[in-house]
Nanobody
Framework: QVQLVESGGGLVQAGGSLRLSCAAS????????WAWFRQAPGKEREFVAS????????VHADLVKGRFTISRDIARNTVSLQMDSLKPEDTAVYYC????????????????WGQGTQVTVSS
């Protein structure tokens, strides 16, 4: 059974930083894409960033470009999201996704999802 487990969420003041991690168990995703999405109350799930496990190529949404960085740790089979210069509008539940065949900003393109981790940025 495939399982993705996120960690690292929490409460931080505006301008601060958090690092989210996503660990996979049950299989490897060496030929797939991973991604982070987020969903704020009353809003649709929103693409944040994606990474190719094999090449390390990354794509970041314009809203987070220059502030967030997605990366992978091959030895630990984990993907991380470093979030700097956080803003109150970054407040959301952040989800890790895996299993995409290409870098997509559409949730339906990813087969596996974590349970989500809350990120709250206070002003």
């Amino acid at each position: 059974q495939v399982q993705l487990v996120e960690s690292g969420g929490g409460l931080v003041q505006a301008g601060g930083s958090l690092r989210l991690s996503c660990a996979a168990s049950g299989r490897t995703f060496s030929s797939y894409y991973w991604a982070w999405f987020r969903q704020a109350p009353g809003k649709e799930r929103e693409f944040v960033a994606s990474i190719s496990w094999s090449s390390g190529r990354t794509v970041h949404a314009d809203l987070v470009k220059g502030r967030f960085t997605i990366s992978r740790d091959i030895a630990r089979n984990t993907v991380s999201l470093q979030m700097d210069s956080l803003k109150p509008e970054d407040t959301a539940v952040y989800y890790c996704a895996a299993g995409g065949y290409y870098s997509s900003n559409m949730p339906r393109e990813y087969a596996y999802w974590g349970q989500g981790t809350q990120v709250t940025v206070s002003s």
